[in-house]
């Protein structure tokens, strides 16, 4: 069993960045799919972002267009997520997930493991 808590969410103005922390507690973090998914009101869960167990590849979907990266840092139990270029459409609860085993791809009903969740308000 793993235990995730996101941190870094805040408001921002328009164009501006944040860095979004997953802190993962439990074993053998290397081994889990880690995924960054978010939810705005009035709408479903969408994915972001996967990256690989122990290789670290990432996978994105294809209309973030560059704007995000997703890395992690095994040795530390932890997820990161770089927003560039935030928007007004990017305000949403942003969600960390983890899977073991199977494919590693930004789709939310693979996951069955979630943080809690940490807001996002982009301000124009």
């Known amino acids: 069993q793993v235990q995730l808590a996101e941190s870094g969410g805040g408001s921002v103005q328009a164009g501006g960045s944040l860095r979004l922390t997953c802190a993962a507690a439990?074993?053998?973090?290397?081994?889990?799919?880690m995924g960054w998914f978010r939810q705005a009101p009035g709408k479903a869960r969408e994915g972001l972002a996967v990256?690989?167990?122990?290789?670290?590849?990432?996978t994105y979907v294809a209309w973030l267009k560059g704007r995000f990266t997703i890395s992690r840092e095994n040795a530390q139990n932890t997820l990161y997520l770089e927003m560039k270029s935030l928007q007004p459409e990017d305000t949403a609860t942003y969600y960390c997930?983890?899977?073991?085993?199977?494919?590693?791809?930004?789709?939310?009903?693979?996951?069955?493991?979630w943080g809690q969740g940490t807001q996002v308000t982009v301000a124009s």
């Open positions: 997930a983890a899977r073991r085993g199977g494919r590693c791809a930004p789709v939310v009903g693979d996951f069955g493991t």
């Open positions: 439990g074993d053998s973090f290397s081994s889990y799919c």
């Open positions: 990256i690989s167990p122990s290789s670290g590849l990432p």
